[in-house]
Structures are given as structure tokens and as C-alpha cells.
């Protein structure tokens, strides 16, 4: 599967979240979690959080009214910077098998920033933004070809049931 790789600049984002072990069945859970204590997802902004911590955030943006306390959510902040980015497209939960594949051909095109979290970036069921923090403006190599089947622990990694 061949799959466009861009540089995109984002802004940081404030979130709410909950925090899981990354590559493991709390996962899926946490995400459960979250959606539950959301009510209405209609709307709402999604994005898988991680890094070299172990640690992984299922997140939602925040938006006016929220109040993370009352919800038991923890909140923080997702930098913003220069990412290199490449969508995933399909129904899930297949689509999850091609996250852990798609993230390391990211890593061969740029200089990771390693001080910045990946981001899993939640645009519709069907559709899955892939973004690598990266040092500087390295310019994406155009497309590349990526491999296909889940590393140890992927298969695990839940996201949210709906998103808008």
C-alpha cells in the first residue's frame, strides 16, 4: 500500500485525557472510558498520544464549557511543530493493524523529534492522520511503500468507537 507522506505545522492543542499503558489491553478500556464520560462525541476531536514514555493518552480536544475535573479527566497539552504525516484509510478495527507499520516508515524520512509525542489523529471512522514529530522543515519524500501486518502489541491499541 502506498501511502503520501507531508510536512504539516500544527498548533498545540489543549486536551483532556486518559492515560493507558502504551501497547497493552488498557487501551481500549481508556477509550471506553472516555467516550463514556464525554456523553455526546458529536463534535469532538480525537487523538492518540505517545511517546518513548510507555505511556499512551487517549485524548479528546478541549472545548469551551469543559471542565476536566468534574469528569475525572486529566488535561494537558499537545505541542504543536512540524510533523510528517501520512492517513490511514479503512474500517476499523483493521485500520489499526497499519498504525505501528505506517509510524516506523515515517521515522525513516525525518529527523524524529524525539522531545515531542506521535499523534494519532482521529478525523472519521474510516480515516486516521499519522504524525510524527520532526526536527526543523525536512520536506517529505513524496510516497513510500508501507508494510503491512502489526507489531508485537499493536493489535491492542483501541480507538475511539466514533468520532466527528
Known amino acids: 500500500m502506498r501511502l503520501p507522506v507531508r510536512r504539516v505545522e500544527r498548533t498545540e492543542t489543549p486536551v483532556m485525557f486518559v492515560a493507558a ?13 472516555l467516550e463514556t464520560v ?6 469532538r476531536k480525537f487523538l492518540g498520544v505517545f511517546d518513548d514514555s ?4 487517549c485524548c479528546v480536544q478541549v472545548r469551551v464549557g469543559d471542565e476536566p475535573d468534574q469528569l475525572g479527566l486529566q488535561s494537558g497539552v499537545v505541542p ?5 504525516s501520512a492517513t490511514v484509510r479503512g474500517p476499523q478495527p483493521a485500520a489499526y493493524a497499519l498504525l505501528t507499520p505506517t509510524f516506523e516508515q515515517l521515522s525513516g524520512f525525518g529527523d524524529r523529534d524525539d522531545t515531542r509525542p506521535s499523534i494519532e489523529y482521529y478525523r472519521r ?6 504524525l510524527m514529530p520532526i526536527r526543523g522543515r525536512a520536506e517529505p519524500p513524496g510516497r513510500y511503500r508501507s508494510a503491512m501486518g502489526p507489531r508485537a502489541g499493536t493489535a491492542q491499541r483501541s480507538a475511539p468507537t466514533t468520532t466527528a
Open 21 to 33: 499503558t502504551d501497547g497493552s489491553a488498557e487501551i481500549g478500556p481508556a477509550w471506553d472510558h
Open 54 to 57: 510507555g505511556i499512551y493518552r
Open 38 to 43: 464525554l456523553g455526546s462525541l458529536r463534535g
Open 80 to 84: 504543536g511543530g512540524h510533523y510528517l
Open 125 to 130: 471512522h474510516d480515516r486516521i492522520d499519522l
